[in-house]
């Protein structure tokens, strides 16, 4: 699969702690608050979570201003080291946005340490060709909100290559 797709590749610093940004990443509650693009949410209630290698994540987003849409993401996780790394292979189903097919994506996410107690991302995804400008417009949004939800985060840098 990641031979043949696009891949993004993300580097994004926040003003947070590594062990914080880890758990928006891991934690429901947290996820819930951020993840996505502006406008959606997450019902916590579809949400389940087992963080480890061979474990999962599971959630179902909901687009208020467009009450058909239910995207389904779940994430076989198959490289989790606490704190520093999430790597796995997301299914997307569900009730998806015109255009937009049923697909599974690679993801991993990087946590690394910076000066002053700030963490930097770095983050590779591989796409279909067809999500990759939608996907890269939901990254852009889910970090204002990110940023929102980390205390005292805002953003150092961002560089994203397609």
Do not use: C
């Amino acid at each position: 699969m990641d031979g043949d797709n696009p891949q993004i590749v993300i580097s994004r610093v926040v003003d947070a702690p590594r062990e914080l940004v880890y758990r928006a990443f891991t934690d429901p509650d947290h996820l819930a608050a951020w993840w996505g693009p502006i406008g959606n949410s997450i019902p916590r209630e579809e949400m389940d979570f087992d963080v480890r290698p061979g474990g999962y994540q599971r959630w179902t987003e909901v687009f208020p201003a467009q009450p058909g849409l239910r995207v389904e993401v779940h994430i076989d996780l198959t490289d989790v080291a606490d704190g520093e790394l999430l790597d796995g292979v997301a299914h997307v189903t569900g009730q998806l946005p015109e255009g937009i097919e049923p697909h599974e994506t690679r993801m991993r996410v990087e946590f690394h340490d910076e000066a002053d107690g700030r963490t930097r991302l770095e983050i590779r995804q591989w796409l279909p060709g067809r999500v990759v400008g939608p996907a890269d417009q939901g990254w852009n949004e889910a970090f204002s909100k990110l940023d929102t939800t980390l205390r005292n985060a805002h953003p150092v840098a961002v560089d994203i290559e397609v």
